[in-house]
């Protein structure tokens, strides 16, 4: 997993697709903008589909820390071979 990932024009699509689905415009970023590089600590949008319809949110994403794990830096760069190993 890479430490950053991309927001592109299907994003804006889907958000474009949610307001006029009868989302409300004023539950998104006033100056939405893709970006090619958020980084884990920056806010990201998504869109939800829970059953009831679609929400919007802003939203970190990251690694949630086992509570059996030594102290240390952020996990960032899992191997693929490795995930689902324990130790």
Known sequence: ??????????????IREYVADGGKPED???SW??????ARTQDA???????????????RWDWQKPANR????PIV???MEKVCISN
């Open 1 to 14: 997993m890479c430490g950053r990932f991309a927001n592109d024009a299907k994003t804006d699509e889907l």
């Open 28 to 30: 998104w970023w006033k």
């Open 33 to 38: 903008a893709g970006a090619y590089s958020v």
């Open 45 to 59: 949008p998504i869109v939800r589909d829970r059953g009831e319809g679609r929400i919007l949110e802003l939203v």
């Open 70 to 73: 030594p102290k240390g830096g």
């Open 77 to 79: 760069n899992a191997r």
